[in-house]
């Protein structure tokens, strides 16, 4: 893998993950839709709305493999989601089969299973059940990573991101927390493992606080450094303790999973 394409490389965690994967590669492709003027050595940068199909797949040429962060990161109007996240996902898998890239980064998400109760422990076979439209349309993304595989054989990584920041600053995010160099290793992990086949992980650090397992992927070799048990204390003096019967707390979403619909005025 000598020429990586990173999309969404102008967001909070493309930004990241730029720092992060320096040297990592001979040439990483940055794509976003706001243009980026500095870049490291070794950086390119190509300007791209992944709702255009012909600008997607020329974006694609050339590349060994793919980390797909771009899209709409937040609960929005459905209009606005199709365009970055449905159309853009289509639009990324497709042009990856066009121009034959076998192997991709998916950035799914944790609110695609927002609506299991943190009582439950999730591994690979939980069902989705998605607390907000941007969860359903990552959902629609693993679909289509999944019939990708079974009929073209490109590979994914479905890399379902709890809370990807430099520290968790509340209680959900002590059990949801994936530090910036666990994310790192394992999108290298992913490229270098022989087989990938399409594999669905929960993207969290090792925390104490858990509800998720990714015991089913262990083939990938990938063992996270980082736990949220450095930053509890202060999380927990900082951070309120709710009442128990707050509806925030039945959900593993939290608030995406109680606001309500993003569409009502």
Known sequence: MKRILLTGAA???GSAMRKALVGWVDELVLSDIVPITELNKGESFVKCDLGDFASVVALVKGC???IHLGGVSVEGSFENIMNGNLKGGYHIYEAARQQSVKRIVFASSNHLTGFHSREER???KSPMRPDSLYGVSKGF????AQYYFDKFGIESALIRIGSC???PVNRRMLATWLSERDLANLIKRVFVVNRLGCTMMYGASNNPWSWWDNSHA???GWQPQDSSAEFEEEVLRNDPLLRSD???LLYQGGVFATAGHFEDK
């Open 11 to 13: 967001g909070t965690l």
């Open 64 to 66: 060994d493999g793919i």
């Open 122 to 124: 999730l591994d690979d």
């Open 141 to 144: 993304g693993e679909l289509v």
């Open 165 to 167: 920041l430099p520290k």
């Open 218 to 220: 262990n083939f990938i």
């Open 246 to 248: 707050d509806p925030v």
